[in-house]
């Protein structure tokens, strides 16, 4: 199984900039379908964006679409999410997941679908 450790969160301000980080670890990057997610306090974790390993199909959920990108590095076995135009209710806790079952040009928007996660890290946007 994968292991996944996230980085780059941070307290910036509305309107800010932010790239997050996933390092995978333990198993071939190259054929997994990649997601982030993300957790505000008290609330359900929620999709966020997601890569297909084939045809590098990117989603996004409608409250981002415009102002994220996902990307992935499978020389660097890397997954990104570079974050613009912050806003406050974009606060929460960032988690990257990889599914292993995934077809080459399809991923998941679905919690249960991915069977290894991060530890998460904190992303605050102050107003």
């Known amino acids: 199984q994968v292991q996944l450790v996230e980085s780059g969160g941070g307290l910036v301000q509305a309107g800010d900039s932010l790239r997050l980080s996933c390092a995978a670890s333990g198993r071939t990057f190259s054929d997994l379908a990649l997601a982030w997610f993300r957790q505000a306090p008290g609330k359900e974790r929620t999709f966020v964006a997601a890569i297909s390993w084939g045809t590098y199909e990117r989603t996004y959920a409608d409250s981002v679409k415009g102002r994220f990108a996902i990307s992935r590095d499978n020389a660097k076995n890397t997954l990104y999410l570079r974050m613009t135009s912050l806003k406050p209710e974009d606060t929460a806790v960032y988690y990257c997941?990889?599914?292993?079952?995934?077809?080459?040009?399809?991923?998941?928007?679905?919690?249960?679908?991915?069977?290894?996660w991060g530890q998460g890290t904190q992303v605050t946007v102050s107003s």
């Open positions: 997941a990889a599914d292993q079952n995934a077809p080459s040009d399809k991923s998941s928007e679905t919690v249960d679908e991915y069977g290894s």
